[in-house]
Structures are given as structure tokens and as C-alpha cells.
């Protein structure tokens, strides 16, 4: 089964940004485009405002409007249209399972504030079993030039990073950029250092090349996978959000990962995946793992 790459929509200046990303990655990874608007009919009393077959029709127009520019731009493109009613949030978690990616906008709000997910969007990336990705208004073609990398961050043993990874590479490969893999690391407390834990990293001679080879080793089966694809690996002493924004200004994508499994409060985004979506200016990458 050939997932496509789908697009949420709904007719804002940074959902359009998401669409047209969307219709880029789709030819470059030769995958069919799908563009999701969900709506939800609105009664009213006022002369003009149209009964539910005439608001879906409204609603139609404008999503093939939008799709128009994208298929004039890449006529090789297949694009189907999904107009769907409900609530959006729902509808664009049910469309991510069958997508190869879901692609969303996100409203800039200044670099203090960092940028508005909303809650739709948050309920999805949280919630989708697909990586989603969250585009800014105003992105354009050239953020996507020769020489900017696609930046992942790796954290765990080479199973706990293995989906994230993969989307990296594909994501490189497809574009021919460089990857470049991400360690963070801080000292631990005291508290934390058993016997076994001590041996390790006595072997390894100590912290930092400790995890230079956590990272090596996690690498490892992917640039086997993907020897085309060059690889730049970064260890570096702080918090994994921080040591990501350090380097995401001049990345083309920043891929994060989030945990799949619910906690007790339900679905979480997690603070690393949180802090780069809000603070990243470059199209960010969130992949559910286990």
C-alpha cells in the first residue's frame, strides 16, 4: 500500500505554507498528495448564509482553489481532496494513520514567544501514529537550498532512535542534504552511577566518549542503509532542546521524536519535541517511537 503525504488545510496564510511543503515533499519522494479540510456545518438565521449543502459546497470551493496552485506548479503531482466534516483535530488523526506523513501550518508569533500550535495541532502531533510535520507561514522553497542540513536528534540505544532516524535519512536522501545527528548529554547525579553503569563507561573512557559511541553505534545501521546520504554527528554537553535550537537556524528540517504510548494524563508531545516546535524557525519533524 503506497501511503500518501497528506496536508491538513483550512485556508490560513501558514496552512497554504503547509500544502505547498506537502506538494514538494510528495514529488520528491514520487507519493501521491492528500489535502484534508475538515469543517463543521454553522445554522443560521441570516439571509445568505447558506444551508448545509451550500456551506460544503463554500468550503469545497475554496479547498480546490488552494490545491490549484500546487498541481499548476507540479502537474505530475496526483492529488485527491477530502472534504470532510466533523471535528478537525479527529479528522486529522484518523487521516494520519493511513498517510505517509501528516503536514501542518503554524502561525509565527514572535521570537520571544516562539509559535502558535494551537490546539488542534498539538491534539494531533500528540495523538497521530504518523510523523507530522509542522511548517510555518511564510516558509518558501529556498529554505530548502543546497547546503542546509536536516537536523535529528538521537537520544537512547539505537532501538529507542530507530524511527526517528529513518525519517531523517529518507528525508536526506530524497533531498540530498546532509544529516545531522544530535547527542545531548548532561552529567548525571551520583545517585545514578551503579556498578554496571561505572564499567561502561570506564570502557569507554569516560562520559563524553561515551556517548560519541551511543551515538556512532545508533548511526550505525543507517548510514549502511542510506551510504549515499553524508552524516555529520554532534555530542554536546546540555539540554537536548537547547543543543537542537543551537543548530536548527541553519537546517532545512529538525526532526524530533515523541513517545507513542499514552501516560496517565494522556497523549504528550514531550518537553524536547515541545520546546523545538515552539522555538525552531525551519519546518520541524515530530516521529512517534515506542
Known sequence: MTRPITAGVDGTEESLAALAWAG????RRELPLRVVHAW????????????????????????????RAVTERHPELTVTVDVVEGHAAEALVGAATEAEMMVLGSRGHGAVMGFLLGSV?????????????LVRAGDRPSA????????????????DSAAVLRF???????RGATVRAVRAWTLPPVFAYSPGSLKLLDEAGGLEPYEKKALA????????????????????????GQVLLSVAGQAQLTVVGRRAHLT???????????????????PVAVVPHD
Open 121 to 133: 495541532g498539538q491534539q494531533v502531533i500528540a495523538e497521530a501514529a504518523r510523523p507530522v510535520v
Open 168 to 174: 531523517a535519512f529518507e528525508t536526506a536522501a530524497a
Open 40 to 67: 463543521r456545518f454553522h445554522p443560521h438565521e441570516a439571509e445568505g448564509a447558506g444551508d448545509r449543502d451550500t456551506q460544503h459546497r463554500w468550503v469545497s470551493d475554496g479547498v480546490t482553489e488552494a490545491v
Open 24 to 27: 514538494r515533499e510528495a514529488v
Open 264 to 282: 496517565a494524563v494522556g497523549a504528550r508531545i514531550g518537553s524536547v519535541a515541545h520546546g523545538v516546535l515552539h522555538h525552531a524557525e525551519c
Open 217 to 240: 553505534d545508533a548511526l550505525k545501521p543507517w548510514r549502511e542503509r542510506f551510504p549515499g546520504v553524508r552524516v555529520a554527528e554532534q555530542v554536546e554537553m546540555g539540554s537536548a
Open 144 to 159: 530548502e537550498a543546497a547546503g542546509r542540513e536536516v537536523v535529528v536528534g538521537q537520544q537512547g540505544g539505537p532501538e
